[in-house]
């Protein structure tokens, strides 16, 4: 399986900031997805990183808070923008493409809390 | 938006045991994956089934995917107290582009 690392592992942030998060993928994927895991939930789809073109946001999220960037078949930032307590969770970078057809493969999460 | 749902919640069950988790979802897929979370961990990937695919085992694991009912389980058998974990389904939705979209989840405990 491919390894996929996030920086920083977690941060404590103050209200108002905004933090960027940073996914490497040991080689290149197809795909690449931003999800967020709130205390005790499941997974939620943010959106998809497109390489070369802006990201595909799902519902409830949108680029002004949630501003991704993907540069590359191996990169991706996600940026939480104007942070909130309520954004405080664990946001995990994902990918497909890699090696298996259509497994999806997760980095570590970065744990992100907002006082 | 999650589009799986998973039962039970929760399920306690004696080592040794086996536990079985069921996953339905809404929409045409084109795979199915389970993962594993320990608590405060990453998730780990256990086991992917395509849509035309029916069974798959992996070690002490075996999935099921029923697709004209739109569900999956997942069966653990013999069970050790290092199962305890958070258990999802994953569910490859067929759209303009592929995306994974998780359920619930069900959370594990193995008792010792």
């Known amino acids: 399986s491919a390894v996929i690392s996030q920086k920083p592992s977690r941060d404590i942030c103050q209200r108002g900031t905004s933090l960027t998060i940073q996914c490497q993928v040991d080689?290149?994927?197809?795909?690449m997805f931003w999800y967020r895991q709130q205390p005790g939930q499941s997974l939620t789809l943010i959106a998809t990183?497109?390489?070369?073109?802006?990201?595909?946001?799902e519902s409830g999220f949108v680029i002004d808070k949630f501003p991704i960037s993907r540069p590359n078949l191996t990169f991706s930032t996600l940026t939480v923008s104007n942070m909130s307590p309520e954004d405080s969770s664990i946001y995990l970078c994902s990918a497909t493409g890699v090696r298996s057809y259509n497994e999806q493969f997760f980095g570590p999460g970065t744990r992100l809390t907002v006082l | 938006s999650q589009q799986g749902e998973e039962d039970p919640q929760a399920l306690s069950i004696q080592e040794g045991e086996n536990a079985t988790m069921n996953c339905s979802y809404k929409t045409s897929i084109n795979n199915l994956q389970w993962y594993r979370q320990n608590s405060g961990r990453g998730l780990v990937h256990l086991i992917l089934?395509?849509?035309?695919?029916r069974e798959k085992h992996s070690g002490r694991l075996r999935v099921t995917l029923d697709t004209s009912k739109k569900s999956s389980s997942l069966l653990i058998t013999a069970s050790r107290a290092a199962d305890t974990a958070s258990y999802f389904c994953a569910t490859d939705v067929k759209t303009s582009y592929d995306k994974v979209i998780f359920g619930p989840g069900t959370s594990l405990s193995v008792i010792p």
């Open positions: 990183a497109n390489q070369g073109s802006e990201a595909t946001y």
């Open positions: 089934i395509r849509s035309n695919e």
């Open positions: 080689s290149q994927v197809t795909m």
